[in-house]
């Protein structure tokens, strides 16, 4: 069994498709899957997603890309919407500087480190960890907004693609890292690495789809299927079997989502 535990179920690439889609992730053994939401309205569209499917969760969220376009009532909203028993995490939230446009920047970190904080006290307050992103210059102010948060709550930095030692960092203080179809592409590099040696129990498996098909489904869409041959990839990168990593990573999965049975 294995879990995609970032997906983006609500893009228009999957409209009208889904039972398809989540068909064929059964197929494929991945047995549950998480759709992610990266605006109130995007959150939204996750958790219907998440009560009608059976198989689908869902983590409600502000994407930093949506940090200015956030209105004043959004954060009360989403936390009604944390009310619903499918959902089980906060996020994707987090800090991204990689496409800053050079006007206005310091408006827009503060906009995301604003909504960002935000989030953190709503997963404190309903008891759930958090789904980071983290792109750009950006790890030490997004280390700095999570620090008193420490033993409150947990984060998993998806699409992990830092250095082995920055991994070792975040799993010393007590959080996890995720990895995508990436770690399939011949200049994986850093993030082969990192998934060669982390230790069980402080990583999962992911999509990131409809974006990040592994090989050999690169320039395809891709869907939750594809968290198998990233996960065979893992397997093959420790020179672990497959179903060693789908057990390690599903218990981690289980043990951090705590999804309902």
Do not use: W
């Not at 502000?62 to 906060?90: C, K, N, Q, W, Y």
């Not at 604003?114 to 789904?131: C, K, M, P, S």
């Not at 069980?200 to 299927?225: H, I, K, N, W």
């Amino acid at each position: 069994m294995l879990i995609d535990t970032h997906a983006h179920l609500d893009f228009p690439e999957f409209e009208g498709e889904l039972d398809a889609v989540v068909a064929r992730a059964a197929q494929a053994g991945v047995t549950r899957i998480l759709t992610i939401g990266t605006s109130l309205a995007s959150s939204r569209q996750a958790v219907a997603i998440a009560e009608t499917h059976p198989a689908v969760y869902a983590a409600i969220g502000i994407h930093p890309g949506s940090a200015t376009e956030a209105g004043p009532g959004d954060l009360a909203a989403l936390r009604e919407l944390a009310r619903s028993p499918r959902v089980v995490a906060v996020g994707e939230t987090g800090l991204d500087y990689y496409r800053l446009p050079g006007v206005g920047d310091a408006a827009i970190k503060a906009a995301q480190a604003a909504i960002f904080q935000g989030q953190l006290d709503l997963a404190v307050t309903r008891g759930l960890n958090v789904v980071i992103h983290q792109r750009g210059d950006c790890l030490q102010d997004t280390l700095a907004l999570l620090a008193p948060f420490q033993g409150k709550l947990r984060a998993v930095f998806h699409c992990f693609g830092g250095s082995p030692e920055t991994a070792a960092a975040l799993l010393a203080m007590g959080h996890l890292v995720s990895f995508t179809g990436i770690v399939t592409f011949k200049n994986a590099g850093l993030m082969g690495a990192c998934a060669a040696s982390v230790p069980d129990g402080s990583y999962m498996v992911e999509t990131d789809c409809p974006y990040l098909a592994p090989t050999p489904f690169r320039g395809q869409r891709c869907e939750p299927a594809h968290t198998r041959p990233v996960a065979e990839k893992i397997a093959a990168l420790r020179n672990q079997p497959l179903e060693h990593i789908a057990a390690i990573t599903t218990a981690t999965a289980e043990a951090f989502f705590r999804f309902p049975r």
